[in-house]
């Protein structure tokens, strides 16, 4: 049995809260700990336009400046040396050159990927699995991306990340790490060779 596995890759398997929470303070002179970040739409936290934010990432390197989360690599590796089919999907088709970026980070981090999905800043993360026949687990932060998978069915177990700004979805499975998430697919794996 192998699964399909879309791992996302802002706060899952790269810190971008961060370099993000720099370049807000620079852009908006206030400072707020990302760990207060409560709800997803920083533009409502920092009070300016989503435009204002985007520029503000672009000024500031956001993407250059992540750095990936401990054990992200690890988590990736294990779960394709177990047979899994391992895709990364991000929404960071607000950046220019968003996907050359992000495919030479994840080289240079050491990332060994199957495939990488770059959508919309407002694209339906489900819609792009569905269209790609589906997924057996999805690794988001996200509220919205695991509440469309939910509703779309196009993920058989959407797993959330906790993080700050998801503490209110409680209708998924939660992880707290990348590599506790890679202990769920382990034992999902050992029950159906069981079952
Ligand atoms: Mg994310």
């Known amino acids: 049995m192998t699964y399909r596995i879309v791992f996302?890759?802002?706060?899952?398997?790269?810190?971008?809260?961060?370099?993000m929470s720099d370049a807000l303070a620079k852009a908006t002179?206030?400072?707020?700990?990302?760990?207060?970040?409560?709800?997803y739409d920083l533009s409502v936290l920092y009070?300016?336009?989503?435009?204002?934010?985007?520029?503000a990432f672009l000024e500031h390197e956001v993407l250059e400046h992540a750095k990936?989360?401990?054990?992200a690599v690890d988590a990736v590796r294990v779960c394709r040396e177990l047979g899994c089919e391992v895709q990364v999907m991000t929404a960071r088709g607000w950046?220019?050159?968003?996907?050359?970026?992000?495919?030479?980070?994840?080289?240079?981090?050491?990332?060994?990927?199957?495939?990488?999905?770059?959508?919309g800043l407002h694209e339906s993360k489900?819609?792009?699995?569905?269209?790609?026949?589906?997924?057996?687990f999805l690794?988001?932060?996200?509220?919205?991306?695991?509440?469309?998978?939910?509703?779309?069915g196009t993920v058989v177990t959407p797993v959330v990340l906790c993080r700050p700004w998801n503490k209110h979805v409680t209708n998924a499975s939660r992880v707290r790490s990348n590599i506790e998430f890679c202990k769920l697919v382990m034992s999902r794996m050992a029950a159906e060779v069981v079952a």
């Open 126 to 136: 489900a819609a792009a699995i569905g269209a790609a026949g589906g997924a057996d």
């Open 8 to 19: 996302d890759l802002d706060d899952v398997l790269c810190n971008l809260r961060e370099p």
């Open 68 to 71: 990936p989360e401990p054990g």
């Open 95 to 119: 950046h220019p050159n968003g996907d050359a970026l992000t495919r030479s980070w994840l080289a240079a981090h050491g990332f060994v990927i199957d495939a990488l999905a770059v959508v």
């Open 29 to 39: 002179g206030k400072r707020l700990a990302w760990q207060n970040w409560t709800t």
């Open 139 to 152: 690794l988001d932060d996200s509220p919205r991306h695991i509440q469309e998978v939910m509703d779309a």
């Open 47 to 55: 009070g300016v336009g989503l435009d204002h934010c985007l520029s």
